[in-house]
């Protein structure tokens, strides 16, 4: 099998392109990225011991049954079996496709495993181990043919702290810890010895999986910059009830921008109305039990009161309740009951799969049918995960209700609208409320709010509003970590990790190749410094460019510091330093050095000016090939050239401390050159009258590198 590195389908050996999404089976699908992945190890508990008397044909009949469930139940939570030894499984959790939640996945599944095994009544115990950090994963690898997809101390770990786990019990590392806590109930447990680690790694048992709300849960956070959008959405609302007249409306924004905070605000203005409101809320899911519907689903779950734990008996009891409640003809209760049920998980005759215009009909009646009832508000979460069915079911259902009180919500990221360039366009019922980042000033008071200990000094506080970038989720969570003490700026928090990677790794691979290029030369970029990154037609890098700015990950600056160069910029930080974060080194290092001759190429009278980029691309080259342990003599020179020249300029601006901080980096590269090589007299002499400089200015702190 060939694993497509764009949407992770497993393909025929011999295949030419991928069978689920069409991209090409190339070079792309056997890449190495930087991941951070969840890694699952699951073992039997004395398994060996009792089949040493055993006829390796009765050993196959036992573990084929476990092997099939336990590879069912990690699927179903969207992780890979990367190999089975014996009676212990390895699963991947990231790879080759991340999901923003992959440390949840992993420990819901092994959850779902342990509590199969309690229940089997096959006389087997389990022990299961998550752990979560970096590794190199071979995107086209094939594990079904014993190629291994992840290297990484991470997945030793894990092995380690498998072999630690309680019988029949699940112990997760500290990473994987912090990252589900909000969805997981755990336990502290002993730390573990881990054999090769010089500290004992602190480790939690997990007891349970939280269940997902329904419902909208208050917050005690104040709302923060968005009074506007939250106007928008209390007046459509009002103009709903007023005129009984159905509308669609539909918040748009890239992850943690607020869209969810929006939806609770409009719930709290829902509930101190006089008048009675139907609240009902459905998510589409990108994993396990999203299949077709889901998000309806749980609308009709909510309005009929079937819960998951409910017998047959007692949901159709329910089912036959509300009808009843809500219709009065029994021919049309009937109908409607042979269409609800497979949305309720209700097995019956199902009505023909052809009759797909009867079944929408049957769903828009049952929806009429409450909003009749008294006004109704629909909130369909994460459209952009829903399947194409229920996105026409969404689209159209304002469309085809007349004279009923009904106000669909829909929450969703730009990819929907590059699914769906029309999605409810034309309608004069239909408002998108599109979210932008927040000012600075709204920025601080998020992380004021989050925050319950002294403020940050002013330093600290303007750094971490540069790297949440009015991204109030991000700005939350930084806030979170330091006040934690779980990590720094320079630490990026898993749940951002985990929102932006999951984002890049559904976009194609030509996008997201580009967006690994583009992050090479910074935070700004220009499509003919791509191309000769990418070694690329300049034509196909703006058609990309084009597609990732209608996604809300790049965007395109009104000037351009390059004559005869669009300049783009990415649309946040953070996602250049994921994208970075992914390429491996060695590959890293090429695309640096290619990056330094395109700059090299540009205006070589003015070499002077771009010293600076051009140090930095040669001594990034350098350090990573020194990490991967392959031979730097051929750049030292043109970086240490590149580093006077840098420190030079600097010097001639007064801003002395970056000048000596050039000229010490020129220095140290010296020291792997040739005795000969270059005059270190000189270089040393700039520096001290640099330093010089330094001291004579009296405030240092407002000596800043003028291109940094």
């Known amino acids: ?111 779902a495993i342990r509590d199969w095994v309690r229940m089997s009544g096959e006389d087997l115990q389990v022990r299961i181990a998550v752990n979560t950090g970096e590794v190199l994963v071979l995107l086209g690898a094939r594990p079904a043919q014993g190629e291994g997809m992840a290297a990484g101390d991470v997945v030793n770990t894990a092995s380690r702290l498998q072999s630690a786990a309680p019988v029949n019990g699940v112990i997760v590392g500290e990473a994987t810890f912090h990252a589900t806590r909000e969805t997981i109930d755990y336990r502290a447990a002993e730390p573990v010895l881990a054999k090769g680690k010089t500290k004992p790694l602190p480790v939690w048992e997990a007891l349970g999986a939280r269940s997902r709300a329904t419902v909208e849960t ?82 009709a779950k909510a309005e009929t009161g079937v819960l998951e734990s409910d017998s047959t008996p007692d949901a159709e009891a329910k089912l036959a309740a509300s009808l009843e409640r809500l219709l009065e003809d029994e021919a049309e209760r009937t109908w409607l009951s042979d269409h609800l049920r497979p949305l309720l998980g209700l097995a019956g005759v199902a009505p023909r799969a052809q009759d797909q215009s009867e079944k929408f009909s049957a769903w828009r009646r049952f929806l009429e049918a409450i909003a009749l009832l008294r006004p109704t508000v629909l909130v369909f979460e994460d459209m952009h995960w829903a399947d194409d069915d229920l996105v026409d079911f969404v689209d159209e259902l304002a469309d085809w209700l007349v004279d009923v009180p009904l106000l669909v919500v829909c929450t969703t990221r730009p990819e929907l609208l590059e699914r769906r360039p029309g999605w409810g366009g034309g309608k004069p019922n239909a408002l998108t409320v599109s979210l932008g980042p927040l000012s600075d000033a709204e920025t601080a008071r998020v992380v004021a709010a989050t925050l319950d200990q002294a403020p940050l000094s002013a330093e600290l506080h303007e750094a971490l509003l540069e790297r949440a970038a009015g991204n109030p989720l991000y700005a939350e969570q930084y806030a979170r970590a330091i006040a934690e003490g779980s990590g720094g700026l320079n630490d990026l928090p898993d749940t951002v990790h985990g929102l932006i990677a999951a984002r890049l790794d559904l976009l194609p691979a030509a996008e997201k190749s580009l967006l690994q290029d583009a992050a090479v030369l910074g935070r700004t970029f220009w499509p003919e410094a791509i191309a000769a990154i990418a070694e690329d037609d300049i034509g196909a890098i703006e058609v990309l460019l084009r597609a990732l700015g209608r996604k809300e990950f790049v965007r395109r600056d009104r000037r351009s510091s390059v004559a005869g160069e669009t300049e783009y910029a990415f649309a946040h930080a953070l996602v250049r330093d994921v994208a970075y974060q992914q390429i491996p080194r060695v590959l890293r290092a090429e695309k640096h050095v290619r990056a330094a001759a395109w700059i090299e190429a540009l205006s070589p009278d003015r070499a002077g000016d771009r010293a600076d980029l051009l140090a930095h691309h040669y001594r990034a080259a350098i350090d990573l090939r020194a990490a991967a342990g392959l031979d730097t003599a051929d750049l030292v020179e043109r970086a240490r050239a590149a580093c006077f020249e840098a420190g030079t300029r600097a010097a001639s601006l007064n801003a002395n401390k970056s000048a000596v901080r050039h000229y010490t980096a020129a220095l140290d590269l010296m020291d792997l050159l040739p005795p000969d090589s270059g005059d270190r007299q000189e270089v040393l002499l700039a520096r001290e009258e640099a330093a010089a400089g330094v001291l004579a200015s009296g405030d240092t702190a407002r000596d800043r590198d003028p291109g940094g």
């Not at 991928?18 to 073992?43: H, M, P, Y």
């Not at 099939?68 to 009676?87: A, S």
């Not at 459905?282 to 749980?298: D, H, I, K, N, T």
């Open 1 to 111: 099998m060939v694993t497509c590195a764009t949407c992770g389908h497993d393909n025929p050996a011999d295949a030419s392109f991928c069978n689920a999404c069409g991209s090409a089976l190339t070079a792309l699908s056997e890449r190495e990225e930087r991941k951070i992945v969840s890694v699952l190890f699951a073992d039997l508990v004395g398994f060996t011991s009792r089949s040493e008397n055993l006829d390796p044909e009765d050993v196959r009949a036992l573990l084929t049954p476990y092997w099939e469930h336990l590879r069912n139940e990690l699927e179903r939570y969207g992780g890979t079996v990367e190999k089975f030894i014996g009676d212990a499984v390895m699963a991947l959790f990231g790879a080759p496709i991340a999901h923003e939640d992959d440390p949840e996945r992993a420990v819901r599944a092994a959850l």
């Open 218 to 299: 208050p917050s005690a956070a104040p709302l923060v910059g968005r009074t506007q959008e939250l106007d928008l959405l209390v007046g459509a609302l009002e103009r709903t009830r007023s005129e009984a007249k159905p509308q669609l409306v539909t918040i748009v924004g890239v992850p943690g921008i607020g869209k969810s905070r929006l939806v609770t605000e409009l719930f709290a203005a829902a509930d101190i109305q006089p008048e009675w409101i139907t609240w009902r809320r459905g998510r589409s899911l990108p994993y396990g039990e999203g299949v077709s519907f889901w998000a309806l689903g749980e609308i």
